[in-house]
């Protein structure tokens, strides 16, 4: 049974840094392309970044705008969400998934997201 757990969630202050992880138990998270969701209450679950298997290639939101970094320290097993000048409306459950075992950087779209965690929430205060 896979289980995906995001950790490193919090609050913080207008301008602020976190760095989110994700690992995982009954695969190797390492041979994945993942990704990062948000969603706050009453709205969708929105797309945040991916990276390919291999840590190289990645795809952003556009509306992260350089203030998020996606990464993955494959000897670890971890992937990683960097988030700097951080501002009120980043205030959501952030979560982690995984996609094609080797695959390039997923898109956006939920469907290609195989296993999902159960979210880590991220409060950014004014």
């Known amino acids: 049974q896979v289980h995906m757990v995001e950790s490193g969630g919090g609050w913080v202050q207008t301008g602020g840094s976190l760095r989110l992880s994700c690992t995982a138990s009954?695969?190797?998270?390492?041979?994945?392309?993942a990704g990062w969701f948000r969603q706050v209450p009453g709205k969708e679950r929105e797309f945040v970044a991916s990276i390919a298997w291999t840590g190289t290639g990645e795809n952003y939101a556009d509306f992260t705008k350089g203030r998020l970094t996606i990464s993955r320290d494959n000897n670890k097993d971890t992937v990683y969400l960097q988030m700097t000048y951080l501002r009120p409306e980043a205030t959501a459950v952030y979560y982690c998934a995984v996609a094609r075992e080797f695959g390039p950087p997923p898109t956006g779209r939920r469907d290609e997201y195989m296993y999902w965690g159960q979210g880590t929430q991220v409060t950014v205060s004014s």
């Open positions: 009954g695969l190797t998270l390492s041979h994945y392309a």
